[in-house]
């Protein structure tokens, strides 16, 4: 980035829609003043437009109000949606990996036991040769 890029960054639109907002509103109230009309009529006019600028900025108010409403209650569902999700998810892989340990303890105690019974059966087939091959 140059050195001028740096002392004047970009503007963003809304920047520049209120840039154009407010100077049409100077212009608006410099051409009243400006105009060939008495005095009673200008602050009559004036008062007219000035309720006229008050009432649409009170919707447009309203208008960002309810919009900025609607984008908390959209992202508190969101928010809501992925955390059961979420939640869901841990539930599923707890469930798996209590499944996977007992699934694995049974196979090690299958296995202790077959262990032990050959162990009992190897000792009783080495004592019997051992007593055939002794008498």
Known sequence: ?????????????????KGIFIGGLLGAAAALLFAPKPG??????????????????????????DKASELAKTVSSK?????????QGRNDVMDSVRKASADVANEASRASDEVA???????????????????
């Open 1 to 17: 980035m140059n050195k001028a890029e740096e002392q004047y960054p970009v503007q963003t639109g809304s920047t520049f829609a």
């Open 40 to 65: 009673r009529e200008l602050r009559g006019d004036l008062s007219e437009k000035v309720g006229i600028v008050t009432d649409r900025t009170k919707e447009v108010a309203m208008v960002v109000g």
């Open 79 to 87: 928010t809501s949606d992925i955390a059961k999700t979420v939640n």
């Open 117 to 135: 019974a050959a162990s009992v059966e190897a000792k009783e087939d080495a004592r019997k040769e051992l007593n055939s091959t002794s008498l």
